[in-house]
């Protein structure tokens, strides 16, 4: 195959065509408003169909034409939804083999995406990827180094950046991103990720410590679910709805919520391009295996400004946004006078695609993509290795690794069980 090939949906037709002699009307203008033909329309692949997977099989411009599960309920589940037409797989290596996908969205466990990533990338894929986009921070130097090295378009499935409310906040994140800008609250900035200011850290997520060997179902198979995680006998916490609560494929709450939260904090505060150089933690000692839960995590960057995770909710009077000048709270309240009025006065940030047919059609690079997608994923990973170490740790953002501490440099690139590999 190809991988450097044009992608032959990637250009829209811009305006009616001549073909000998007889003119084309696109079938979107013969359909009216809103129409959308199959041929106009990006193909869609989704590995892992349960359901996040599920929850995304309609999405604008785009038709799903594959899916791929190692469970036999959730392709079921799936093609309930899908209809019969279309290919099923469950090995996703047979699926980016098929020429006639465009994107491939990977809504499997994390422990999947980078390795998933990669090969999509090297199969000419474009990719819509799950958060968190990565469960080391080598996997996101991986996916980065190869999605640009095959030229493909990458979006992570987080977008409160560019869209919506800002989960518990009261506000989206345009008017934070142009008070920041102006300079209103001075600098350095403390950011406080809270139950005050609005979040909820998931410590439901934790794992058991006690978990016996069970029967793999006969639906599932169990082996190709664990790919390169190491070797764990079959029980059904680990799989499915409850595989959060282990380090093996994720990071409890952190991992979950982590790039949801983070990802717009790094925006506003204008840290796309760089990492913390320093993370603190307080929490009780990790199990090996099962996550358990967290004080409070600080991150530092080298500019001062900080990030506070408040996992007790301990600070009663915490803004979101504090810097020497003024404050922030839930739902744009300020201590600075006439805030709103300020605000609209302030010039918008730069302009985000945020839709990634749009996206993979242009060419141009998604408001969420590989590059900003692992800063924020690194933000969340360098948490994880200070939790499950037990210590604070230092960090080099332009090297990409920790100063002076070995074992956290080997959590940067762990082993994959045989024969998974980049």
Not at 82 to 105: A, C, N, S, W
Not at 118 to 138: L, S
Not at 294 to 300: D, G, P, S, V
Not at 368 to 377: D, F
Request: include cysteine; hydrophobic fraction near 35%; charged fraction near 25%.
């Amino acid at each position: 195959m190809n991988n450097n090939k044009p992608n032959r949906r990637h250009f829209l037709k811009a305006s009616l065509g001549t073909m000998a002699g007889i003119m084309i009307i696109p079938r979107h203008v013969l359909g009216g408003k809103g129409f959308t033909a199959p041929s106009d329309q990006l193909t869609k692949a989704i590995i892992g169909v349960g359901g996040m997977g599920r929850s995304h099989i309609p999405y604008e411009g785009t038709r799903v034409v594959a899916i791929c599960d190692v469970d036999q309920l959730h392709i079921n589940e799936a093609l309930a939804l899908t209809g019969k037409d279309v290919k099923i797989f469950r090995d996703y290596r047979e699926l980016l083999m098929q020429p006639e996908i465009d994107v491939v969205h990977i809504a499997t466990p994390p422990h999947w995406h980078g390795l998933m990533a990669v090969e999509a990338a090297r199969a000419g894929k474009d990719i819509w990827c799950e958060k968190p986009m990565t469960r080391t921070i080598g996997e996101g130097i991986r996916v980065v180094e190869e999605v640009n090295k095959y030229g493909r378009m990458f979006r992570l499935n987080t977008w409160f950046r560019f869209k919506d409310t800002f989960y518990g906040l009261g506000t989206d994140v345009k008017p934070l991103k142009k008070v920041l800008l102006s300079g209103a609250l001075g600098w350095p900035l403390k950011v406080t990720v809270s139950g005050i200011t609005g979040y909820d850290w998931k410590f439901f997520w934790s794992g058991r410590t006690d978990l016996t060997p069970m029967p793999v179902p006969s639906n599932l198979d169990y082996n190709m679910w664990l790919g390169p995680a190491p070797y764990k006998p079959y029980n059904e916490d680990r799989v499915h709805s409850k595989f959060r609560g282990y380090w093996d494929y994720d990071g409890g709450g952190l991992g979950d919520m982590g790039q949801h939260y983070l990802d717009p904090v790094q925006y506003i505060l204008g840290k796309d391009h760089t990492s913390p150089v320093r993370v603190e933690v307080d929490a009780p000692q990790q199990h090996y295996d099962a996550v358990g839960s967290w004080r409070r995590i600080e991150y530092t960057y080298d500019d001062g400004c900080k990030i506070i995770l408040d996992g007790e909710n301990k600070d009663k009077d915490a803004a979101f946004i504090e810097g020497p000048h003024g404050k922030i709270f839930k739902g744009l309240k300020s201590d600075i006078p006439s805030i709103n009025k300020l605000i609209a006065t302030l010039r918008d940030p730069m302009p985000q695609i945020g839709l990634f047919s749009e996206s993979v059609r242009t060419r141009q690079k998604f408001a969420l993509n590989e590059m900003n997608g692992h800063r924020s994923a690194t933000i969340v990973n360098m948490g994880i290795t200070a939790l499950r170490l037990g210590r604070n740790l230092e960090y080099d953002p332009v090297g990409q690794k920790f100063i002076n501490d070995e074992a956290a440099n080997r959590m940067i690139n762990q082993p994959m069980r045989a024969p998974w590999n980049f």
